[in-house]
């Protein structure tokens, strides 16, 4: 069993910045792949961003790449998501999210069937 815990969300202007943490629990966090979804009012939720096990691949959908960059502190059991240039369309409920397995490549976007196990969401709101 794995819980997580999201922090970090909260109201910013256009063109500000926040940062995402999910703090997971259990022995299995660095052998597990994580990512971030986001699900927005009257929308499917949606993959943001995914990393391998050890931190060294990552894939971000084409709306978050160049402003959002996902890291891991395994010792520290953490996930982040760094978000820059945030546009109103990034408003919605971010996820953090934990696979079965390590193995990621960075070249495809995880849908929502590839979780095992999800938090319980940030709310990030872009507003002037």
């Known amino acids: 069993q794995v819980q997580l815990t999201e922090s970090g969300g909260g109201l910013v202007q256009p063109g500000g910045s926040l940062r995402l943490s999910c703090v997971g629990s259990?022995?299995?966090?660095?052998?597990?792949?994580m990512g971030w979804f986001r699900q927005a009012p009257g929308k499917e939720r949606e993959f943001v961003s995914g990393i391998n096990g050890i931190g060294t691949n990552t894939g971000y959908a084409d709306s978050v790449k160049g402003r959002f960059t996902i890291s891991r502190d395994n010792a520290k059991r953490t996930l982040f998501l760094q978000m820059n240039k945030l546009r109103p369309e990034d408003t919605a409920v971010y996820y953090c999210a934990a696979m079965s397995h390590a193995l990621y490549s960075g070249e495809f976007n995880y849908e929502r069937d590839d979780v095992d196990y999800w938090g319980q969401g940030t709310q990030v709101t872009v507003d002037s």
């Open positions: 259990g022995r299995t966090f660095s052998s597990r792949a």
